[in-house]
């Protein structure tokens, strides 16, 4: 049985949902917030019903994004280049 699963083989690599809020501006700098990490999709949805009417939120209904990362995993393995 290898790390990560269970004895009937199965995987349980553990999930995170990370639910943001992403603005992106022409003049301005963009607005990028992190409103949480949740344990299921669910709660990050929950966490959306519940903020999409208030000030700022409901102006940008398609700002809310949800992005699933895996427990433990380093998912940038490369550096970055900085552009001007």
Avoid at 14 to 27: H, S, T
Avoid at 52 to 61: R, T, Y
Wanted: proline residues 4%; charged residues 30%.
């Amino acid at each position: 049985m290898c790390a990560g699963e269970d004895p009937r083989g199965h995987d349980m690599s553990e999930k995170a949902y990370l639910l943001w809020f992403v603005q992106e501006q022409d003049v301005a700098a963009d607005i990028e917030l992190l409103i949480g990490v949740f344990a299921t999709d669910t709660d990050a949805r929950a966490t959306i019903d519940r903020l999409k009417n208030k000030p700022g939120f409901v102006d940008f209904p398609e700002g809310f994004q949800i992005h699933v990362s895996e427990i433990g995993k380093n998912n940038w393995e490369d550096g970055f280049v900085k552009t001007d």
